[in-house]
């Protein structure tokens, strides 16, 4: 079995032994860990218990309700995902580069491009087995999944009101923020809102109608908001938050409503019910892509990155 050593440490780890602490620390529980890698309880927890010794720290809190990463093992979970990540790439690059079962996750807000540029990996890289996860989630996740490598990739934008908060996170977890695009603030409505015959909308537009926003959980303020300009949450009289884009897009249709956006749609994707419109704001956006930094890419981020650039209009 292969084995890492780490020079400042006199002892040896196993890469089985750090995929074990990633898979208990993915489903929070062992039993259900061990049925999903295929291992006997006992043994990944005496695995588990041995790496705790070895590296002189506590990973894991253990109760009835399960397990929980502790502060130090958070640390540990981070560099041990950077190592299995690094270790895929190297069997894929000099053992199997044709063969194997591709493994590749992105975290993104809800963009439509973002779904495309996915499809366009599956078709180039599935074959008959693969294990591809999108995961449409909120702001502070995306930071965190790859900041831990739990995505490869992440999708996510800035502006002039989040960039200080956005910006440090992406800092302070080791990230690196790449613009795609900047763009003018538009709004999705529904092709039979009041408002679909107008070539350019105002706020003062907008004010009848609710404001439909994606909640952010425990990170809901407007920094962590995907919609820009979101200090018409605060002033907007109707507001309804959801979690999924097949419910925003439903309330677009059913209630009038409006978000705010970069302005570009897939209709075969959302279907032709959903319009943009240009909103008569001086704001802008700049979405991107947020990737681990010093972490050498594998062939499906770097292609699901060019077909991000084809989905938003960027020539190569």
């Known amino acids: ?72 093992g958070e640390q540990f979970l981070s560099y041990a995902r950077q190592i299995l990540e690094q270790a895929t790439l190297l069997e894929e690059r000099y053992k199997n580069p044709k063969g194997g079962n591709p493994i590749f996750s992105v975290s993104c807000q809800h963009y439509s ?45 800035i502006s002039s009101k989040n960039e200080d908060v956005i910006s440090k996170l992406i800092r302070k977890n080791n990230l690196v923020f790449e613009s795609l695009f900047t763009t003018n603030l538009n709004v999705f409505i529904s092709k039979s809102s009041p408002l679909a015959e107008k070539p350019f909308i105002s706020l003062s537009d907008l004010a009848p109608y609710p404001f439909l926003s994606y909640e952010q959980g425990d990170f809901n303020s407007f920094y962590y908001a995907e919609e820009p300009l979101t200090e018409i949450d605060f002033n907007c009289p109707k507001v309804i938050k959801v979690r999924d884009r097949a419910t925003l897009f439903n309330l677009l249709i059913g209630l009038d409503g409006y978000t705010i956006c970069s302005g570009i749609i897939s209709h075969k994707l959302n279907g032709a019910d959903i319009i943009s419109r240009p909103l008569m704001v001086e704001d802008k956006m700049t979405v991107g892509i947020v990737t681990k930094k010093g972490i050498a890419l594998s062939r499906y981020a770097e292609m699901y990155i060019n077909s991000l650039k084809k989905h938003v209009g960027i020539k190569s």
């Open 1 to 72: 079995m292969a084995r890492i050593k780490f020079s400042c440490y006199i002892g040896f780890m196993t890469l089985q032994q750090l995929k074990y602490v990633v898979a208990v620390a993915d489903f929070k529980n062992i039993t259900e860990a061990s049925r999903k890698i295929f291992v006997s309880q006992p043994s990944l927890t005496a695995s588990i218990r041995e790496l705790e010794d070895e590296m002189g720290i506590k990973i894991f809190s253990r109760s009835n309700k399960g397990v929980t990463v502790t502060n130090d």
């Open 113 to 157: 491009f973002a779904v495309n540029a996915f499809v366009d990996v599956i078709r180039e890289f599935g074959g008959n087995k693969y294990d591809f996860t999108l995961r449409e989630t909120q702001t502070h996740e995306i930071i965190e999944d790859v900041a831990h490598l739990k995505s490869e990739v992440g999708v996510l934008y």
